[in-house]
């Protein structure tokens, strides 16, 4: 990948990288386009991934351009590498305050860690998401040493903004979709109850409340319950307030 020069070139780049990312329809379709799109824009980065790191250091991957991100930052014990046990990225609790992170060369200190370990030796980690229990990063590896230079952090900085907004709008429209689909759902309960009950709306939508509160059962979980009991052969779903 060349090196973008101030202008136009990183611009358009930025731009039609945007606009893939904001063409995704989920949150997780987000993920998997942001980490095929670091390697490509992130100068000299060969694989990407997207973690999310938990207070105490509980971490998970959530998207990864191959296996080998997977390996590097979700160390199992006696896993590939010899990593086992060891912290995948040594400065990642930095993140919790500072939002870019650099590792020039994990073989610097003798080596020993999951990125040596699998011939990483660079990586570049820029901070998507951060609140009091979790950060959600973006990291981009290299095979060689000092692969990651001011260029490459300001491109990467300048990425993981428009991956922010793009996550932040594929999580409000999957949130809004879910509501829609939840509303339906009860408006078909509701219809069932009224027939079956022979009970107006407020009637039917009450009982419906108080039967997911005495059976400690979500409100739209209940709803798809009955609405499945009715659509089944023969069903009459609930019958009883």
Not at 65 to 73: G, L, N, S, Y
Not at 133 to 160: C, M, N, S
Request: cysteine-free; glycine content about 10%.
């Amino acid at each position: 990948m060349p090196r973008f020069p101030v202008g136009f070139e990183l611009a358009d780049a930025l731009t039609a990288a945007a606009r893939d990312l904001h063409g995704t329809s989920t949150p997780a379709d987000t993920l998997h386009t942001a980490v095929d799109l670091a390697v490509r824009l992130l100068p000299d980065a060969e694989h990407a991934g997207i973690s999310e790191i938990q207070r105490g250091g509980r971490l998970r991957t959530l998207a990864w351009t191959d296996e080998t991100v997977r390996f590097a930052a979700e160390p199992r014990q006696g896993g590939q590498g010899g990593q086992g046990g060891h912290t995948p990225h040594p400065d990642w609790e930095r993140l919790w305050t500072t939002p870019v992170v650099r590792t020039d060369d994990s073989e610097a200190d003798g080596g020993g860690n999951a990125l040596s370990g699998l011939g990483l030796r660079s990586a570049l980690s820029l901070r998507l998401r951060a609140d009091r229990r979790r950060l959600t990063v973006l990291t981009a590896y290299a095979r060689k040493p000092q692969a990651f230079d001011e260029d490459a952090t300001r491109i990467g900085r300048l990425f993981t903004a428009h991956v922010s907004l793009a996550l932040d709008s594929a999580t409000v429209r999957e949130q809004l979709t879910e509501a829609m689909r939840t509303r339906d759902l009860i408006g078909q309960a509701t219809g069932i109850l009224m027939e079956r009950l022979n009970i107006d709306a407020a009637g039917a939508f009450e009982s419906l409340v108080k039967a997911s509160q005495r059976e400690n059962v979500k409100l739209r979980d209940l709803a798809r319950r009955i609405v499945d009991a009715h659509s089944a052969p023969g069903g009459r779903g609930v019958t009883e307030r």
